[in-house]
DNA sequence: CGTCCAGTTGACTATAGTCAAACACCGTGG
DNA sequence: CCACGGTGTTTGACTATAGTCAACTGGACG
């Protein structure tokens, strides 16, 4: 079965923020007119980058900050030795690059997993944006909390779970996440990630994560295909991983 | 031999902003004038935490929010299965409990490993900070910019490195960030961790744990006794481990 | 002097990694 | 339309790293 991902036709056009499809999300909480319109000054433009480039490289110095639009992408750091570790996925509504400008360099690499279409942010504005509209410095603020929890989720798993646990996990976490930025559709579900991908963010070898999978499969918690997953029993999934039940506020994004 | 961790003496009384000791630190970023006053009327008052205590628990709603004064302290996550998880060490001039008020719960625990001085705020005038001192708010981003780039190399660490290395590179951190914090104190350290800890740190037994130790030792790399380490070869330590030079910026606080 | 806790060690087990080969599917070009 | 090549997945046999269990040591402290 071939399930082309994301509709991302080479668009014409920046979209302007008014009908940014962020804003449209019912699970996103939306802007008020008056930040729509300072957005509309603070974006620069738009980015497409297509599926396996990358958007941002480790150490070096970036211009501009990002909001996914549309499109799956991935953050990770290289190993000494040429592994790479997965830290964590990225998905519309998630800013992008922001360690640049605060830190002063960005210690990961970022890359597209599917085509990905970006909102572009100048970062040198960055801080004029926490002087006009400091609700927005807070959502950042609470953007970069929420990632932080990501990443003790992500340990909690990699610490102390086993193998097939932390696959189960990873699929469980990826399946919610990608619904509440598209929308549910259905059990099958568009999934760009290779079993290479997935140990790279496990700590796993490939081979360890196939047989995790076809345990999953026999456990009959969840399908695998190339390109996608199939969720069949995603709450039995989230209990066998240890995983608590989702969190169904709105998010903020910018 | 016995080294008695940080003189914690019964302070009598919450200390004045103006004398802050953080603010006295050459390696902290000071604050103004202006936001030094500003944080008076902010600050609540103290917390004295005696080692072993908890100051923040997993799933409850908190109505403060801390900073480190005097101190170290640890965030876990407890599995399913009772196990724990140390994600990250809190070092003065850290932040606990922002997860709080920004997501409206915390996922994490926060112990004391050695008494605590904590400053205290309260949770429901974040926001008015924010308004007021959009510097302040920029530097709390800041923070949690950087608890996540931490969490980033932490991941990285127990996902692709072995047993030896991950036991390393906890050490060289550990030593740096408390020398930073404290100021070098000869390569004699105080550490108030025990081997248990390490490994709920690294998601390793404490067996093993305990035998990296030894090689280290062997390497002659670094010593470990009882609420102490040797720092013998940081470098070295550091190279071993994978961990590139320490960053050497000014950091700011709250 | 005895208890407790942290650390240490050895023997054995188990989980995950490595290596290598085969297979399936898809896209390409003859 | 089919042969071919590449990538991603699957499997088996073997290895290695780290975990488990259990006993013991040694210092700190009452």
Redesign the interface.
């Known amino acids: 079965m071939i399930i082309n991902f994301m509709p991302v036709a080479p668009l014409p056009s920046p979209l302007p923020c008014p009908r940014c499809p962020l804003n449209a999300n019912p699970r996103y909480r939306s802007l008020a007119a008056k930040e729509v319109a300072f957005m509309t000054r603070f974006k620069r433009g738009e980015r497409h980058v297509p599926a396996g480039e990358t958007v941002l490289a480790e150490g070096a110095a970036h211009a501009h900050l990002y909001t996914v639009l549309e499109g799956w992408a991935l ?1 990770y ?1 290289t ?2 030795d040429g ?1 790479r ?1 997965i ?1 964590n996925f990225v998905f519309p509504g998630d800013m992008i690059g ?2 640049g400008p ?3 360099k960005t ?2 690499s970022v890359e597209a997993l599917t085509p990905l279409r970006l909102c572009v942010f100048d970062t040198a504005k960055l ?1 004029a944006l ?2 006009a509209f ?2 927005l ?2 959502d ?3 953007l ?6 990501f ?6 798993s ?4 086993s193998a097939v646990q932390r696959v189960g996990y990873l699929i469980a976490d990826l399946i919610e996440r990608s619904r509440r930025s598209a929308g549910d559709a259905g059990s099958i579900l568009p999934f760009p990630l290779t079993q290479q991908d997935v140990s790279d963010a ?2 796993l070898s490939v081979v360890s994560v196939n047989r995790a999978i076809r345990r999953l499969k026999a456990l009959g918690l969840m399908g695998w295909g190339r390109g996608h997953v199939e969720a069949l029993d995603v709450a039995a999934l989230r209990r066998f991983a ?1 995983l608590d039940g989702p969190d169904e ?1 709105k998010r903020p994004f910018i």
């Open positions: 953050r750091k190993a000494e592994q570790q830290l922001l360690q605060l830190l002063g210690d990961h801080w926490y002087q400091p609700e410095g807070f950042i603020t609470w970069a909390s929420r990632e932080e929890r990443l003790d989720a992500n340990l909690l990699i610490g102390r779970r496990l700590g240890g506020r």
